[in-house]
């Protein structure tokens, strides 16, 4: 049973013990007042459940509704003969609850159907990425139906990972309720695996190297860099492939801190999954595994290397050394040099209420923020701006429009186009070909406030949704660069949530259409978005390696201060 479950019952049968006695005192002391507790009992029925009501807990509603009856008598023997005959009935709580194996059963299967279902009947991207829904049902069906079965909380987020997975969509995720929190973190760190002291990255070369190497590996000359040309007998990216959870869509979340601790990703855009594609084979092993890696004078040699710990907690810490940001807050300035300044933006939200307007103009006041602070920058000699977009959430389209307009060269600039709401259908519109009803253009206004002054965008595959959006609109100016070692994420479709008891399902419902009205920047069947074309590349070379995890540098920003110099 659940110690909430069992510390109200005990509570509620000690109630009514309390009645027991007061029916006593109140045959001794006449006061109409003391009939008032006999109502304290269904009143702690009502409150002692920590996650609703369930059948198996019958036998302490009945029990608190009997002992409820003494309020309506005024005979000592009869309120004494209610109270003991509910503490019996409710003491048979714990028998039925530890005998029946649906007590506190979730709905996973049910929650499943209606999930699915919703996401069907409204998933914008259906025929733009050729998905079949019933293959879907078909392959996941029989897993959730299991899942019902044996209540296990792991294997549904697990199988909901997988299946967000399916669809490439950055838009596309399930977070479990809290709840099942513990479940949901422990089934990630288990399918990751063990930790070796390393993890593996796909280098630009196409080679894989060692990345975040623990000291205790230098006895066998691995190093931040050494290059790995094979994981237990293959290819560190083909055993990458043999994870539980490669491809799946999933969130290892620390709700105390309020914080992701780590995401994983089926990265809507091939080239991004090629760049993390060795991430995951540096935990696939069992007590030992055997890696063959080129020693110092070039020849290959294979070690034996022993577990460790646990792989979720290195693998954590590689990606944060990957895709740290400026360490500030979300729109806060950092200046780097006499002539160089950042703008970090973590997320396209505002305040509230322009994050609820769809007009440019609520977000004026953020406008007046950062004019003020560019020219008080300018008055000091800043002449150019990085602007860090790095693991950006993404948010309101229209605070993109507000920032990019500021740096803009001036003059009418495209946007994005709305999709055209049938109100009759209750759906997005379609032509006779089955394609999406072009609406209203947004555009923007551009201030060049630079005044010939330089601008570079500093992305990774974690900048989705809106900060896809302004990755686009910025590498499309001629006074702009965006560089990463990737492109963006390649998701900008508008979001709708689902939420059951179980969990909460987020997916793309709402079109945004490019000029021509083909859906903007989402990857197709062929997972190219149509993002990024304009990223320059940094290669992810040893240099890279050396900086980011012998130097503790932030080497994307290094890179953007050079290209400025």
Request: aromatic fraction near 10%.
């Amino acid at each position: 049973m659940d110690t909430i479950d069992i510390i109200a019952v005990a509570v509620c049968i000690a109630a009514c013990g309390g009645l027991w006695w007061l029916a006593e005192h109140a045959e001794r002391v006449k006061s109409p007042k003391w009939k008032m507790f006999w109502l304290c009992v269904p009143v702690l029925a009502l409150l002692i459940t920590k996650y609703g009501p369930d059948w198996s807990l019958l036998p302490l509603y009945i029990g608190s509704v009997i002992a409820m009856i003494g309020f309506f008598t005024a005979a000592k023997k009869s309120k004494q003969f209610l109270a003991a005959a509910g503490a019996v009935c409710m003491l048979l709580t714990y028998p039925v609850c530890l005998l029946n194996p649906y007590y506190r059963a979730k709905d996973y299967y049910g929650d499943f159907k209606k999930l699915f279902g919703c996401m069907r009947g409204h998933y914008v991207l259906t025929e733009h990425k050729n998905i079949d829904w019933d293959a879907l049902y078909d392959k996941y069906e029989p897993q959730f139906r299991e899942i019902q079965h044996d209540q296990d909380a792991a294997a549904n987020a697990l199988t909901w990972g997988a299946l967000c997975g399916e669809f490439h969509d950055g838009h596309v995720s399930y977070n479990c309720s809290i709840r099942d929190i513990k479940a949901n973190n422990k089934a990630i760190a288990d399918a990751l695996g063990n930790d070796y002291g390393l993890s593996v990255m796909r280098c630009t070369d196409g080679s894989f190297a060692a990345v975040n190497v623990d000291e205790s590996l230098a006895k066998y000359g691995i190093r931040n860099g050494t290059v790995i040309t094979s994981w237990d007998g293959k290819s560190p990216d083909e055993v990458s492939k043999s994870s539980p959870i490669y491809g799946s869509s999933l969130m290892n979340v620390n709700y105390s801190e309020n914080k992701i601790v780590l995401r994983l990703e089926a990265f809507p855009d091939i080239d991004n999954e090629i760049f993390y594609s060795g991430l995951l084979c540096a935990g696939i092993g069992g007590d030992s595994v055997d890696v063959s890696c080129m020693d110092e004078n070039g020849s290959e040699q294979t070690v034996t290397l022993t577990k460790i710990g646990d792989y979720i907690d290195r693998l954590s810490e590689t990606m944060d050394i990957l895709h740290k940001g400026v360490n500030i807050g979300n729109l806060q300035w950092k200046k780097l040099s006499d002539s160089v300044a950042c703008l970090r933006i973590k997320g396209m939200s505002y305040d509230t209420k322009s994050y609820n307007s769809s007009d440019d103009e609520a977000y004026s006041e953020m406008k007046d923020e950062i004019r003020s602070t560019i020219l008080k920058y300018q008055s000091e000699g800043v002449k150019d701006v990085i602007i860090d977009l790095r693991d950006n959430n993404g948010g309101s389209p229209h605070m993109v429009n507000g920032i990019v307009s500021m740096f803009a060269p001036k003059g009418d600039h495209y946007c994005c186009t709305n999709g055209v709401w049938d109100e009759k259908k209750q759906c997005w519109a379609v032509d006779e070909n089955g394609n999406y009803v072009k609406g209203e253009e947004i555009t923007f206004k551009g201030e060049d406030i630079l005044d010939g002054g330089r601008v570079i965008v500093i992305v990774n595959a974690n900048s989705v949704s809106a900060a896809d959006m302004m990755t686009k609109e910025m590498e499309s100016m001629d006074n702009a660069r965006v560089i990463g070692f990737t492109g963006p994420n390649g998701s900008s479709q508008a979001i709708g949530v689902k939420r059951v008891s179980t969990g909460l399902l987020s997916f793309s419902n709402c079109v945004v259409l490019d000029k021509d009205g083909s859906i903007m920047i989402d990857s197709g069947a062929d997972r190219q978005s149509s993002n990024g074309d304009g990223v320059e590349i940094i290669p992810f070379d040893n240099d890279a390696i050396r900086g980011l995890f012998d130097e503790g540098n932030d080497y994307l920003l290094e890179k953007a201060i050079e290209m400025l110099s």
